[in-house]
Nanobody
Framework: QVQLVESGGGSVQAGGSLRLSCAAS????????MGWFRQAPGKEREYVSA????????YYADSVKGRFTISRGNAKNTVFLQMNNLKPEDTAVYYC??????????????????WGQGTQVTVSS
């Protein structure tokens, strides 16, 4: 059974930091990119960041550039999102995604994608 499990969410004040983790299991994810999306209450799901299988290519939404850093574990089946200088508008449920797509993960879905259940991030002003 394929699983993507996120962790690391929580509540912080504006300007604080959190580090999200996502661990994938249940199949070989060779060649898969991994990424993060978020969804705030009453809003559509929003692309945040993605990283290629090799880790050499990283992509960010304009809203998080310079504040968030995506990285991949040595085992390739884990992905992290270091979030610094958090703002109240970053409040959302954050979801991990594994996809054969890398650069276009944010604008396209495939039948081979996998999603986690999400972890809540709340930033207070």
């Amino acid at each position: 059974q394929v699983q993507l499990v996120e962790s690391g969410g929580g509540s912080v004040q504006a300007g604080g930091s959190l580090r999200l983790s996502c661990a994938a299991s249940g199949r070989t994810f060779s060649g898969y990119a991994m990424g993060w999306f978020r969804q705030a209450p009453g809003k559509e799901r929003e692309y945040v960041s993605a990283i290629s299988w090799s880790g050499d290519s990283r992509y960010y939404a304009d809203s998080v550039k310079g504040r968030f850093t995506i990285s991949r574990g040595n085992a390739k089946n884990t992905v992290f999102l270091q979030m610094n200088n958090l703002k109240p508008e970053d409040t959302a449920v954050y979801y991990c995604k594994a996809s054969p797509l890398s650069a276009t993960m944010g604008v396209a879905d495939t039948e081979h994608d996998y999603w986690g259940q999400g972890t809540q991030v709340t930033v207070s002003s």
